[in-house]
Protein backbone atom coordinates (compact mmCIF):
# COMPACT_ATOMS: atom_id res chain seq x y z
CA UNK A 1 0.00 0.00 0.00
CA UNK A 2 1.13 3.61 -1.22
CA UNK A 3 2.92 5.63 2.07
CA UNK A 4 0.58 8.73 2.23
CA UNK A 5 2.56 10.68 4.93
CA UNK A 6 5.36 9.97 2.44
CA UNK A 7 3.08 11.39 -0.41
CA UNK A 8 2.23 14.68 1.95
CA UNK A 9 6.28 15.13 3.02
CA UNK A 10 6.91 14.98 -1.18
CA UNK A 11 3.74 17.29 -1.95
CA UNK A 12 5.48 19.59 1.01
CA UNK A 13 8.62 19.90 -0.89
CA UNK A 14 7.49 20.31 -4.25
CA UNK A 15 5.21 23.09 -3.34
CA UNK A 16 8.86 24.49 -1.69
CA UNK A 17 10.81 24.01 -5.07
CA UNK A 18 7.93 25.40 -7.10
CA UNK A 19 8.44 28.77 -4.78
CA UNK A 20 12.45 28.17 -5.37
CA UNK A 21 11.38 28.48 -9.20
CA UNK A 22 8.85 30.98 -9.57
CA UNK A 23 11.20 33.46 -7.81
CA UNK A 24 14.29 33.12 -8.99
CA UNK A 25 14.30 30.58 -12.31
CA UNK A 26 16.94 28.38 -10.62
CA UNK A 27 18.43 25.33 -12.88
CA UNK A 28 19.36 23.14 -10.01
CA UNK A 29 15.87 23.97 -8.63
CA UNK A 30 14.33 22.83 -11.75
CA UNK A 31 16.49 19.81 -12.06
CA UNK A 32 15.58 18.97 -8.51
CA UNK A 33 11.60 19.54 -9.32
CA UNK A 34 11.62 17.21 -12.06
CA UNK A 35 13.53 14.02 -10.41
CA UNK A 36 10.46 15.08 -7.07
CA UNK A 37 7.73 15.25 -9.15
CA UNK A 38 8.42 12.20 -11.57
CA UNK A 39 8.67 10.03 -7.76
CA UNK A 40 5.91 11.75 -6.52
CA UNK A 41 3.54 11.00 -9.10
CA UNK A 42 4.59 7.08 -9.19
CA UNK A 43 3.78 6.89 -5.74
CA UNK A 44 0.51 9.11 -6.27
CA UNK A 45 -0.49 6.49 -9.20
CA UNK A 46 -0.02 3.75 -6.86
CA UNK A 47 -2.15 4.44 -4.66
CA UNK A 48 -4.88 5.31 -6.87
CA UNK A 49 -4.65 1.95 -8.80
CA UNK A 50 -5.01 0.23 -5.79
CA UNK A 51 -8.70 -1.20 -5.84
CA UNK A 52 -11.14 -1.61 -2.55
CA UNK A 53 -13.31 -4.43 -1.62
CA UNK A 54 -16.68 -2.97 -2.92
CA UNK A 55 -14.68 -1.63 -6.21
CA UNK A 56 -13.81 -5.37 -7.07
CA UNK A 57 -16.73 -6.53 -6.20
CA UNK A 58 -18.79 -3.99 -8.52
CA UNK A 59 -16.28 -4.61 -11.51
CA UNK A 60 -17.01 -8.76 -11.20
CA UNK A 61 -20.61 -7.77 -11.20
CA UNK A 62 -20.44 -5.60 -14.35
CA UNK A 63 -18.01 -8.39 -16.00
CA UNK A 64 -20.64 -10.42 -15.66
CA UNK A 65 -23.40 -9.13 -16.81
CA UNK A 66 -21.73 -7.33 -20.25
CA UNK A 67 -20.68 -11.31 -21.56
CA UNK A 68 -24.16 -11.84 -20.99
CA UNK A 69 -25.14 -8.99 -23.18
CA UNK A 70 -22.72 -9.48 -25.38
CA UNK A 71 -23.68 -12.88 -26.02
CA UNK A 72 -27.26 -11.71 -26.66
CA UNK A 73 -26.41 -9.08 -28.84
CA UNK A 74 -24.19 -11.44 -30.67
CA UNK A 75 -26.93 -13.41 -31.91
CA UNK A 76 -29.29 -10.04 -33.43
CA UNK A 77 -26.11 -8.73 -35.12
CA UNK A 78 -25.45 -11.72 -37.05
CA UNK A 79 -29.53 -11.76 -38.15
CA UNK A 80 -28.93 -8.05 -38.92
CA UNK A 81 -25.78 -8.54 -41.47
CA UNK A 82 -27.71 -10.11 -44.70
CA UNK A 83 -30.00 -7.60 -44.54
CA UNK A 84 -27.60 -4.70 -43.69
CA UNK A 85 -25.89 -6.03 -46.84
CA UNK A 86 -28.26 -5.54 -49.00
CA UNK A 87 -29.77 -2.61 -47.90
CA UNK A 88 -26.10 -1.48 -48.28
CA UNK A 89 -25.46 -2.59 -52.21
CA UNK A 90 -28.80 -0.77 -53.05
CA UNK A 91 -27.75 2.40 -51.73
CA UNK A 92 -24.28 2.40 -52.92
CA UNK A 93 -25.80 1.68 -56.73
CA UNK A 94 -28.60 5.03 -56.08
CA UNK A 95 -25.17 6.97 -54.95
CA UNK A 96 -23.30 6.25 -57.55
CA UNK A 97 -26.42 7.00 -60.04
CA UNK A 98 -27.11 10.36 -58.74
CA UNK A 99 -23.62 11.19 -59.08
CA UNK A 100 -23.33 10.39 -62.17
CA UNK A 101 -26.03 12.80 -63.00
CA UNK A 102 -24.80 15.53 -61.03
CA UNK A 103 -21.68 15.56 -62.41
CA UNK A 104 -23.03 15.73 -65.62
CA UNK A 105 -25.07 18.83 -64.86
CA UNK A 106 -22.55 20.29 -63.35
CA UNK A 107 -19.77 20.52 -66.30
CA UNK A 108 -23.06 21.70 -68.70
CA UNK A 109 -23.19 24.37 -66.28
CA UNK A 110 -19.27 25.05 -66.21
CA UNK A 111 -19.24 25.40 -70.33
CA UNK A 112 -21.69 27.97 -69.89
CA UNK A 113 -20.21 30.48 -67.08
CA UNK A 114 -16.48 29.86 -68.12
CA UNK A 115 -16.71 32.50 -71.17
CA UNK A 116 -19.45 34.65 -69.56
CA UNK A 117 -16.45 34.84 -66.52
CA UNK A 118 -13.33 35.48 -68.45
CA UNK A 119 -15.29 38.48 -70.28
CA UNK A 120 -15.88 39.83 -67.02
CA UNK A 121 -12.26 39.43 -65.27
CA UNK A 122 -10.20 42.36 -64.94
CA UNK A 123 -6.20 42.36 -64.83
CA UNK A 124 -5.43 42.51 -60.92
CA UNK A 125 -3.00 45.56 -59.77
CA UNK A 126 -0.23 44.08 -57.96
CA UNK A 127 0.04 45.13 -54.12
CA UNK A 128 3.32 46.80 -52.91
CA UNK A 129 5.67 44.04 -51.11
CA UNK A 130 6.17 45.15 -47.38
CA UNK A 131 9.13 44.33 -45.82
CA UNK A 132 9.14 43.73 -42.16
CA UNK A 133 12.32 44.97 -40.31
CA UNK A 134 14.11 42.09 -38.43
CA UNK A 135 13.51 42.22 -34.66
CA UNK A 136 16.64 42.08 -32.16
CA UNK A 137 16.13 39.55 -29.92
CA UNK A 138 16.14 39.81 -26.45
CA UNK A 139 19.26 39.36 -24.53
CA UNK A 140 18.93 36.69 -21.99
CA UNK A 141 19.09 36.95 -18.09
CA UNK A 142 22.18 36.13 -17.07
CA UNK A 143 21.93 33.53 -14.06
CA UNK A 144 23.27 34.76 -10.37
CA UNK A 145 26.31 32.52 -9.55
CA UNK A 146 25.76 30.10 -6.80
CA UNK A 147 26.49 30.22 -3.31
CA UNK A 148 30.10 27.85 -3.68
CA UNK A 149 31.27 28.75 0.78
CA UNK A 150 27.95 26.73 1.43
CA UNK A 151 28.40 23.88 -0.62
CA UNK A 152 31.98 24.04 1.55
CA UNK A 153 30.65 24.66 5.13
CA UNK A 154 30.41 21.15 6.12
CA UNK A 155 32.99 19.15 7.24
CA UNK A 156 32.96 15.48 6.68
CA UNK A 157 31.76 14.90 9.98
CA UNK A 158 29.10 16.95 9.58
CA UNK A 159 28.16 15.84 6.15
CA UNK A 160 28.04 11.76 7.85
CA UNK A 161 25.44 13.04 10.87
CA UNK A 162 23.14 15.31 9.14
CA UNK A 163 22.38 12.60 6.28
CA UNK A 164 21.51 10.05 8.79
CA UNK A 165 20.37 12.02 11.12
CA UNK A 166 17.81 14.74 8.97
CA UNK A 167 17.72 13.45 5.60
CA UNK A 168 17.29 9.43 6.26
CA UNK A 169 20.34 8.17 5.26
CA UNK A 170 19.76 9.84 1.55
CA UNK A 171 22.98 11.78 0.27
CA UNK A 172 21.19 12.31 -2.71
CA UNK A 173 18.41 14.16 -0.37
CA UNK A 174 21.22 16.39 1.03
CA UNK A 175 23.20 17.50 -1.70
CA UNK A 176 19.91 18.53 -3.85
CA UNK A 177 18.79 20.68 -0.64
CA UNK A 178 22.38 22.17 -0.39
CA UNK A 179 22.24 23.06 -4.61
CA UNK A 180 18.39 24.71 -3.53
CA UNK A 181 19.95 26.68 -0.86
CA UNK A 182 22.84 27.98 -2.73
CA UNK A 183 20.84 29.66 -4.99
CA UNK A 184 18.89 31.88 -2.25
CA UNK A 185 19.68 35.33 -1.55
CA UNK A 186 19.73 35.13 2.45
CA UNK A 187 20.11 32.85 5.42
CA UNK A 188 16.22 34.59 6.28
CA UNK A 189 15.25 32.99 3.06
CA UNK A 190 17.26 29.73 3.43
CA UNK A 191 15.61 29.18 7.28
CA UNK A 192 11.96 29.57 5.50
CA UNK A 193 12.46 27.04 3.61
CA UNK A 194 13.89 24.48 5.54
CA UNK A 195 11.35 24.88 8.31
CA UNK A 196 8.10 25.75 6.37
CA UNK A 197 8.88 23.84 2.47
CA UNK A 198 10.95 20.96 3.97
CA UNK A 199 8.72 21.33 7.43
CA UNK A 200 12.02 20.44 9.61
CA UNK A 201 12.00 20.42 13.12
CA UNK A 202 13.42 23.59 14.31
CA UNK A 203 13.70 22.59 17.74
CA UNK A 204 15.72 19.10 17.04
CA UNK A 205 18.81 19.94 17.92
CA UNK A 206 20.20 18.18 15.05
CA UNK A 207 18.41 20.66 12.64
CA UNK A 208 19.48 23.86 14.80
CA UNK A 209 23.17 22.71 13.98
CA UNK A 210 22.52 22.42 10.61
CA UNK A 211 20.56 25.97 10.37
CA UNK A 212 23.28 27.18 12.28
CA UNK A 213 26.02 26.46 9.35
CA UNK A 214 23.69 27.71 6.66
CA UNK A 215 23.02 30.71 8.15
CA UNK A 216 26.54 31.53 8.89
CA UNK A 217 27.55 30.95 5.24
CA UNK A 218 24.63 32.77 3.77
CA UNK A 219 24.04 36.63 3.61
CA UNK A 220 22.37 37.66 6.10
Do not use: W
Not at 30 to 47: D, V
Not at 52 to 72: F, I, K
Request: glycine share 4%; net charge negative.
Amino acid sequence: MADIKELIRRNVEIEGLLKVLLERGSLDARSLLAEKFTEYQAMFNELLAEPTPEAAREVAHEGAALEAEAQQTEVKDQEAVSVEEEDETDAATAAIERGEEEEKEEREEREVREPEKEAQEEPKREEPEVKEEPVAPAAPAKPRKANTALLKAFTLNDKFRFIRDIFNGSEGEFTDTLNVLADMENAAEATDYLLNDMMLDGENPDVADFLAIVCRAMPQ
